[in-house]
């Protein structure tokens, strides 16, 4: 058996045989194991720490974020056509939404409000 020790060809003659040995088998073990298993050992830890996806929040999400951007289609919807025609729709939001309910009808107010709805659904589900 060698020493571990500064002198590498030194005959290593234990005082109590089987302590000191076991000692230095075991500190050696010990340091080449941690060295080994380190980097396994933190990459396992960090897949362990996935959080568990509930389909609740997913649904949520969705909701959440076609129902906010869904209520702003009819102010979207006056001011385009305000845009296009300034002079039929008014100036302010208050005229142009009389006007858009007037001549174009209330069902105006929601024109692309099924796509909004569902593209922003999927968008706040995947997010």
Do not use: W
């Not at 568990?52 to 974020?65: C, I, K, T, W, Y």
């Amino acid at each position: 058996e060698r020493c571990f020790c500064s002198k590498p060809n030194q005959k290593y003659v234990p005082k109590h045989p089987g302590n000191n040995m076991i000692r230095i088998r075991s500190l050696a073990c010990s340091l080449l194991l941690r060295t080994l298993t380190l980097p396994i050992t933190v990459h396992v830890q960090s897949l362990i720490v996935l959080p568990v996806l509930d389909p609740r929040e997913f649904l949520s999400g969705g909701l959440a974020a076609s129902v906010c951007h869904t209520a702003a289609v009819p102010i979207d919807v006056i001011k385009t056509k305000q845009q296009i025609d300034p002079q039929q729709y008014g100036d302010g939001f208050l005229d142009g939404f009389r006007n858009v309910v007037s001549l174009d009808g209330p069902g105006a107010l929601l024109l692309g409000g099924v796509p909004t709805f569902s593209g922003y659904f999927v968008h706040g589900l995947l997010k």
